[in-house]
T-cell receptor, first 108, second 115 residues
């Protein structure tokens, strides 16, 4: 079954509000990736984290890999309508799994 | 440079028919992945090739599904016979490096409808 869970499943925010999605694995991951899929589109690679406790930033997006390498988060500061889409984490352990995804809606 | 190319983009077929989905990975990429995406099951990895060799096919649902990669620039996913529950978007993705999956580049997908 699914070994990489994400919460929340859905999130509606007002434009300008912050947004966070959390990714949790039942096993230790060697690395974690984040992807964004726009409605009707395909997943697009955003970033990869490899080190325990690693934090990376891309403009308004902040990605974090947990100390135990079992969880990760993506935080978006001051959301914009262009942030709409589904955000997936994907982890490599014994196998490779995509998370369940968090669908973000930004209300203008 | 062209990205991952998939064909057809849309396929509508009747139950029992054979369906073949095609993928051309990005030139120079060593790894190729086939995924299936549905609302119910999310994004599922079906099979993974490295240097044209199938490495992990544990995600292939059943014997009706088969995948081949005869050379570095072409792969197919075949469903025979197709069933309505196979309706989904099928994505192909390629990756530039080694055994462990690294950043993957997805194609636009094939939307399959089986009636």
């Amino acid at each position: 079954g699914q070994q990489v869970m994400q919460i929340p499943q859905y999130q509606h925010v007002q434009e300008g509000e912050d947004f966070t999605t959390y990714c949790n694995s039942s096993t230790t991951l060697s690395n974690i990736q984040w992807y964004k899929q726009r409605p009707g589109g395909h997943p697009v690679f955003l970033i990869q984290l490899v080190k325990s406790g690693e934090v990376k930033k891309q403009k308004r997006l902040t990605f974090q890999f947990g100390e135990a390498k079992k969880n990760s988060s993506l935080h978006i500061t001051a959301t914009q309508t262009t942030d709409v889409g589904t955000y997936f984490c994907a982890g490599s352990g014994n196998q490779f799994y995509f998370g369940t995804g968090t669908s973000l809606t930004v209300i203008p | 440079d062209a990205g991952v190319i998939q064909s057809p983009r849309h396929e509508v077929t009747e139950m029992g028919q054979e369906v073949t989905l095609r993928c051309k990975p990005i030139s120079g990429h060593n790894s190729l992945f086939w995924y299936r995406q549905t609302m119910m099951r999310g994004l599922e990895l079906l099979i993974y090739f490295n240097n044209n060799v199938p490495i992990d096919d544990s995600g292939m649902p059943e014997d009706r599904f088969s995948a081949k990669m005869p050379n570095a620039s072409f792969s197919t996913l075949k469903i025979q016979p197709s069933e309505p529950r196979d309706s989904a978007v099928y994505f192909c993705a390629s990756s530039p490096t080694g055994y462990q999956p690294y950043e993957q580049y997805f194609g636009p997908g094939t939307r399959l409808t089986v009636t």
